[in-house]
């Protein structure tokens, strides 16, 4: 957790004492793309957005269909680990959806680089810090696509021993080629991807550690299966007592 909040700390402070850095890098891959022919950049870009669009999209509903049929018919064997489940649900609905597109990208009114003057558009540039600018929906800051690709992390935290080095860095390189291409086709600043990739990858260490690491919080998968278990039950329960004295 040191090294993330680390990282942010220091791209915080590098991009708010050098404001124009941003502009000046969307400025740099404006012009290299202006000289460069589509096919060299556009179609390995768009096949890596659209890899990160399917996994996320893919691995969320796996995740929420196995949380469902456990909650439905509790005794039932989940479709997915148990932990690898809540892990997954709780990164994806906190950072991408919630905490970056539904909070910050709705709220923060930085325009991003082509909304811009000076990158052809017609809004006045803001630095990261600036909440203030003239965008009102789907704003720069942060990237939800990086924040999402970042969060697939998640699933390769839960993986066995064996495998979870491997696919940890996988899935970091797969996660910044993303974050990379949104970059050079000034779709988002370099602070807008940094700051959605931390924000997913606070969230994958805080709640891989609450499931996997820490020993006061710490459980199998067996455990937390059947604490489900035990609250499904519980919930029907309540239920069928409810629409027992409504009836």
């Keep these: 957790m040191g090294a993330i909040v680390t990282m942010a700390a220091g791209v915080g402070i590098i991009f708010a004492g050098i404001p124009h850095l941003d502009l000046d890098i969307a400025i740099h891959f404006r012009d290299r793309l202006a000289e460069t ?144 291409g949104r970059v050079a086709t000034t779709g988002h600043y370099v602070s807008d991807v940094v700051f959605g990739a931390l924000i997913s990858c606070l969230l994958v260490w805080s709640a891989h550690g609450f499931l996997y690491r820490w020993s006061a919080t710490r459980m199998s998968d067996a455990e937390l299966e059947a604490w489900l278990q035990r609250l499904a039950e519980a919930g029907r329960r309540r239920t069928l007592a409810v629409v027992s004295r409504l009836s």
């Design 37 to 180: 022919p589509e096919s060299h950049w556009y179609g390995l870009i768009a096949i890596t957005r659209g890899i990160n669009q399917v996994l996320t999209i893919a691995i969320m509903t796996a995740a929420a269909a196995t949380l469902a049929f456990k909650l439905a018919m509790p005794r039932m064997p989940m479709l997915m680990p148990a932990r690898m489940t809540v892990l997954v649900l709780v990164t994806g609905l906190l950072g991408p959806i919630l905490l970056v597109n539904g909070i910050l990208k709705e709220q923060w009114g930085r325009p991003r680089p082509g909304e811009t003057i000076e990158l052809g558009g017609t809004l006045p540039y803001k630095p990261w810090w600036d909440a203030s600018g003239e965008c009102r929906s789907n704003c720069s800051f942060a990237s939800g696509e990086a924040s999402s690709a970042f969060a697939l992390l998640a699933v390769a935290s839960a993986a066995p021993a064996p495998w979870s080095g491997p696919a940890l860095v996988a899935t970091a390189a797969f996660a910044t080629s993303v974050s990379a």
